[in-house]
């Protein structure tokens, strides 16, 4: 019973420190999307750089 009481607790302090992030945090951060790789700049349509993806799958090939 005590380990359900700490695992309740251990819950609460969870939930009020993502509630204090979520206060804190501007207000358009949470949604903000890089639309540009950032090792190579390339402009991107999801959420892995094609040119990046290519390159590091063509490393493995033969390895």
């Given at each position: ?18 509630i204090?992030k ?42």
């Amino acid at each position: 019973m005590v380990i359900v009481w700490i695992g309740i607790a251990v819950g609460v302090l969870f939930v009020l420190f993502l509630i204090y992030k979520v206060i804190k945090s501007p207000p358009h951060e949470a949604i903000y999307i890089n639309l540009y790789c950032q090792k190579c700049g390339f402009k991107k349509n999801g959420l892995k750089c094609p040119r990046c993806e290519s390159e590091s799958s063509s490393h493995h090939k033969y390895t």
